[in-house]
């Protein structure tokens, strides 16, 4: 069973940055990667993704301030947060998927406030 752990939420004020890291049990060479956040009473969306080959998509509202990344040997893929704002405040999911499997890590709380 593959864990998705993540890990450097936190509180953070207006203009600031973080970095979020999200370590699988295991490699992750070959799997597609993605970071998603969930807002008290919204749906979660898609925030980013990285695929296998290393191609990387953004939400517009993300674009130009966040980046994702990924080491494959550390089984680990990061996303770096940088201008954020309140409205980036969410719980923030890893996604992996690989063929047609795909694992879910357990969230990690970003909130953005003076």
């Known amino acids: 069973q593959v864990q998705l752990v993540e890990s450097g939420g936190g509180l953070v004020q207006p203009g600031g940055s973080l970095r979020l890291s999200c370590t699988a049990s295991?490699?992750?060479?070959?799997?597609?990667m993605g970071w998603y956040r969930q807002a008290p009473g919204k749906q979660r969306e898609l925030v980013a993704s990285?695929?296998?080959?290393?191609?990387?998509k953004y939400a517009g509202s993300v674009k130009g301030r966040f980046t994702i990344s990924r080491d494959n040997v550390k089984g680990t893929v990061y996303l770096q947060m940088n201008s954020l704002n309140p409205g980036d405040t969410a719980v923030y999911y890893c996604?992996?998927?690989?063929?047609?499997?795909?694992?879910w890590g357990q969230g990690t709380q970003v909130t953005v406030s003076s």
């Open positions: 996604n992996a998927t690989y063929m047609d499997e795909t694992w």
């Open positions: 295991g490699t992750i060479f070959g799997w597609n």
């Open positions: 990285i695929t296998r080959r290393d191609s990387t």
